[in-house]
């Protein structure tokens, strides 16, 4: 790892340095949301507690005894009733008054779309003959016969067959690609998968990852906090450095995502002697607490020295 | 002291030791949340014999930071000799940045009590009841947080407007 200068700071050096980090105020609505939230009422209802201890066995058994005569009586009760003829006759009654038929109506496959209704001017004559509006998608402006003076005219559509919408107009500004492609990506114009244009994956435009112009990731600095390392493995040695007693500094490009995972690990400056692998073994399983942007965790580039000493 | 008075003179302070500690406003916004909604709901408490109203909040909020951070870190652990550092830190970074960064990369216990030692101003008796620790403990942690941020920051000694102090 890389390692700061053998030099230490005083005691005043370092109060000076420690008063220089300041932190934003608390958000203003915070006390809102505590007193006028509706946790103001226990969230632990009090326990319900048995005013008389445990019941005896005895009583149990009677509670029981009592509890099953008086099932046992609604039960015969009911079948006494339906013995009776008239009760009977009554209940077959009631059956052809609730009989719903089995009925469901028989749905035809259409053959081919149709079109929509007509609406009308509350006029006594039927509609005169006249050119049909044009087609669109949607439909902002009814056709009317007589159109008053608008303040914002908009020309009245029917929607039907929408008109089919070209990209001529849009592409990408990088591009040496003459005529008419909206790219082999999804979602965008170029070949990549996000909502912009270039062959990234982000919002942006340009090749890369992420918002903005030009896609990439975003650099440390400014807005962008830096990611801080919270789990980390030792590199191990490979065999033939140790052998060589080989020691010296692999200088590793990450970039760490939003999640604080590290990916598309590069060598900058290699060691050799397969240290440049395990370095980056070691570093592909290191966590860290993401970057942060305007109080939300971004992917950010960074670079990190790994060191190899042998003692 | 009704909770309403308890929140308007300490929610800041609990606001911001939360922010020091996670890094991030969101959470400390949570953190404040819900301190102060555990000392609406269980008011019962707070014994004012063993402390007061402002060290029994941020022995809350302390608690509250640790749950939240071994949920969110449960298979991750931060060792006691961390001395990476990120090779692409550039000069012209704020001072502040560079502080708080080398305060993250204490170990837990540290950090803590140095926050609340250099930021909030809590002597150490009541450091030790927050962080439920002996006085000897916490003084031990400070000292040890004071050294190694002696020997992190030295090398930025001269950034920014701190150049002009040095001078």
């Given at each position: 790892?890389?390692?700061?200068?053998?030099?230490?700071?005083?005691?005043?050096?370092?109060?000076?340095?420690?008063?220089?980090?300041?932190v934003?105020?608390?958000?203003?609505?915070?006390?809102?949301?505590?007193f006028?939230?509706?946790?103001?009422?226990?969230?632990?209802?009090?326990?319900?507690?048995?005013?008389?201890?445990?019941?005896?066995?005895?009583?149990?058994?009677?509670s029981?005894?009592?509890s099953?005569?008086?099932?046992?009586?609604?039960?015969?009760?009911?079948?006494?009733a339906?013995?009776s003829?008239?009760?009977?006759?009554?209940?077959?009654?009631?059956?052809?008054?609730?009989?719903?038929p089995?009925?469901?109506?028989?749905l035809?496959?259409?053959?081919k779309?149709?079109?929509?209704?007509g609406?009308?001017?509350?006029?006594?004559?039927?509609?005169?003959?006249?050119?049909?509006?044009?087609f669109?998608?949607?439909?902002?402006?009814?056709?009317?016969?007589?159109?008053?003076?608008?303040?914002?005219?908009?020309?009245?559509?029917?929607?039907?067959?929408?008109?089919?919408?070209?990209?001529?107009?849009?592409?990408?500004?990088?591009?040496?690609?003459?005529?008419?492609?909206?790219?082999?990506?999804?979602?965008?114009?170029?070949?990549?998968?996000?909502?912009?244009?270039?062959?990234?994956?982000?919002n942006?435009?340009?090749?890369?990852?992420?918002?903005?112009?030009?896609?990439?990731?975003?650099?440390?600095?400014?807005?962008?906090?830096?990611?801080?390392?919270?789990?980390k493995?030792?590199?191990?040695?490979?065999?033939?450095?140790?052998?060589?007693?080989?020691?010296?500094?692999?200088?590793?490009?990450?970039?760490?995502?939003?999640?604080?995972?590290?990916?598309d690990?590069?060598?900058?400056?290699?060691l050799?002697?397969?240290?440049?692998?395990?370095?980056?073994?070691?570093?592909s399983?290191?966590?860290?607490?993401?970057?942060?942007?305007?109080g939300?965790p971004?992917?950010?580039?960074?670079?990190?020295?790994?060191?190899?000493?042998?003692? | 002291?009704?909770?309403?008075?308890?929140?308007?003179?300490?929610?800041?302070?609990?606001y911001?030791?939360?922010?020091?500690?996670?890094?991030?406003?969101?959470?400390a916004?949570?953190?404040?949340?819900?301190?102060?909604?555990?000392?609406?709901?269980?008011?019962?408490?707070?014994?004012?014999a063993?402390?007061?109203?402002?060290?029994?909040?941020?022995?809350?909020?302390?608690?509250?930071?640790?749950?939240?951070?071994?949920?969110?870190?449960?298979?991750?652990?931060?060792?006691?000799?961390?001395?990476?550092?990120?090779?692409?830190r550039?000069?012209?970074?704020?001072i502040s940045?560079?502080?708080?960064?080398?305060?993250?990369?204490?170990?837990?216990?540290?950090r803590?009590?140095?926050?609340?030692?250099?930021y909030?101003?809590?002597?150490?008796?009541?450091?030790?009841?927050?962080?439920?620790?002996?006085i000897?403990?916490?003084?031990?942690?400070?000292?040890?947080?004071?050294?190694?941020?002696?020997?992190?920051?030295?090398?930025?000694?001269?950034?920014?407007?701190?150049?002009?102090v040095?001078?």
């Amino acid at each position: 790892m890389r390692t700061f200068a053998n030099e230490e700071l005083n005691d005043w050096e370092l109060n000076e340095m420690l008063s220089q980090w300041t932190v934003p105020e608390a958000p203003a609505d915070l006390k809102a949301r505590v007193f006028l939230r509706p946790q103001h009422t226990p969230l632990r209802l009090p326990t319900f507690a048995l005013a008389a201890g445990a019941v005896p066995m005895s009583q149990r058994m009677k509670s029981g005894a009592v509890s099953m005569l008086i099932h046992a009586a609604a039960v015969a009760l009911l079948f006494i009733a339906f013995q009776s003829k008239t009760v009977q006759n009554k209940v077959k009654d009631l059956g052809h008054l609730v009989y719903i038929p089995n009925w469901q109506p028989k749905l035809r496959a259409m053959q081919k779309a149709g079109g929509g209704g007509g609406g009308g001017q509350k006029m006594p004559e039927p509609v005169a003959k006249g050119a049909a509006p044009k087609f669109a998608p949607k439909q902002f402006m009814p056709p009317m016969q007589a159109i008053p003076q608008p303040k914002l005219p908009v020309a009245p559509t029917i929607t039907a067959q929408a008109p089919q919408i070209t990209a001529e107009l849009y592409g990408d500004p990088l591009s040496k690609v003459l005529g008419n492609s909206g790219g082999p990506g999804t979602n965008g114009l170029g070949a990549g998968s996000g909502n912009g244009i270039g062959d990234g994956n982000g919002n942006g435009y340009g090749p890369g990852h992420g918002g903005g112009v030009g896609g990439g990731v975003y650099q440390i600095g400014g807005e962008v906090s830096t990611p801080v390392p919270i789990y980390k493995i030792e590199p191990e040695y490979s065999e033939e450095a140790r052998k060589a007693k080989y020691s010296g500094t692999v200088l590793l490009s990450i970039i760490i995502d939003a999640d604080g995972n590290t990916r598309d690990i590069h060598v900058v400056r290699p060691l050799g002697l397969g240290l440049d692998q395990k370095a980056i073994e070691a570093v592909s399983k290191w966590r860290f607490r993401p970057a942060m942007r305007n109080g939300r965790p971004v992917a950010v580039q960074a670079q990190i020295e790994v060191s190899f000493r042998l003692l | 002291m009704t909770a309403e008075q308890a929140f308007d003179e300490h929610h800041r302070a609990v606001y911001r030791f939360a922010y020091r500690l996670l890094g991030r406003a969101d959470l400390a916004e949570d953190i404040t949340q819900d301190c102060f909604l555990s000392m609406l709901r269980h008011p019962q408490r707070w014994d004012a014999a063993r402390g007061d109203m402002r060290t029994y909040l941020f022995s809350v909020a302390r608690n509250l930071v640790r749950k939240r951070y071994r949920d969110e870190h449960a298979d991750s652990y931060v060792e006691e000799d961390w001395a990476v550092s990120l090779a692409d830190r550039k000069a012209d970074q704020e001072i502040s940045a560079v502080v708080a960064q080398a305060i993250a990369q204490l170990p837990d216990l540290q950090r803590e009590a140095l926050i609340l030692f250099e930021y909030e101003g809590f002597q150490l008796a009541e450091i030790a009841q927050i962080v439920e620790a002996d006085i000897g403990v916490v003084k031990s942690r400070l000292h040890r947080a004071r050294q190694r941020l002696k020997r992190w920051l030295a090398p930025y000694r001269k950034m920014g407007a701190y150049e002009n102090v040095c001078k």
